[in-house]
């Protein structure tokens, strides 16, 4: 299976580095559950805010989950769907590798996944949202005291962009990816909690020849940080006016 899940990485996903596994990590990897240690986590956003000045730390945490979220959901999103197979993406048995930075570059996993019990939208995802996405965006809120919607809100940007992108890929089955956009279309989960998930993205019609216009549901507010304007995908209608986004943060 670990062969099965190395030939992935083409066609939508040729650009990304595997994932590693192995039973033993490598020495250099961090545990993924060190994110929940409020100083470990402290220290981490503080080296990645270096090269922002150290600017705002709620829009610090932003930036740093967006690359965290894209690479968790790049990942996790392309076993489930194509391999339908549950990656080890809960913080007690994920690594991280991480740049100079502290950016997240890459995963190592402990095995190659396990076959999904649930293949229902509102179920399958459950390692994901469970087991790292809700006690990391909780412990990134409550150390920054940004609103928890600026965190889902990214990595629900990632995890409809890759839903979208994965139909293209080789391995994909006609309606593979129908379940993931079930989920986003759902505003409760399957245990009738709030989805958080819901609808993260919305396609603006321009009202000519263009593609329809891809608009963040909520902005991710990077524009705090005074090297950064508004994001591609920026849901503020008012952008030459920054303080209209404080509702979000």
Not at 82 to 90: I, S
Not at 120 to 126: E, I, K, M, N, T
Not at 168 to 186: F, I, K, V
Request: charged share 20%.
């Amino acid at each position: 299976m670990t062969l099965a899940l190395s030939q992935l990485y083409i066609g939508p996903l040729q650009h990304l580095p595997p994932p590693q596994v192995a039973a033993t990590p490598a020495a250099d990897s961090v545990p993924a559950r060190h994110l929940l240690d409020p100083a470990y986590l402290a220290a981490l956003l503080e080296r990645f805010g270096v090269q922002y000045g150290n600017g705002d730390r709620r829009a610090v945490a932003s930036l740093w989950s967006k690359w965290h979220f894209s690479a968790l959901c790049a990942h996790g999103l392309a076993a489930n769907l194509l391999l339908e197979r549950d990656l080890p993406l809960g913080l007690d048995e994920l690594h991280l590798a991480q740049s100079s930075e502290g950016q997240t570059t890459g995963l190592h996993l402990l095995h190659a996944g396990r076959p999904l019990d649930e293949l229902d939208g509102l179920s399958r995802f459950a390692t994901l949202l469970d087991g790292h996405l809700t006690p990391l965006i909780e412990a990134l809120a409550s150390l920054t005291g940004a609103s928890p919607k600026v965190f889902w809100s990214n990595a629900g940007n990632y995890f409809e962009y890759f839903a979208g992108a994965l139909p293209s890929h080789p391995m994909a089955s006609p309606h593979g990816a129908d379940e993931a956009h079930r989920l986003m279309a759902s505003r409760q989960l399957a245990d009738g909690r709030r989805n958080p998930l819901y609808r993260p993205v919305r396609y603006l019609e321009s009202g000519d020849a263009e593609a329809p216009r891809r608009v963040r549901r909520l902005c991710c507010i990077r524009y705090l940080l005074d090297e950064l304007g508004y994001c591609g995908n920026c849901p503020l209608e008012c952008r030459g006016d920054a303080r209209a986004a404080k509702a979000v943060s």
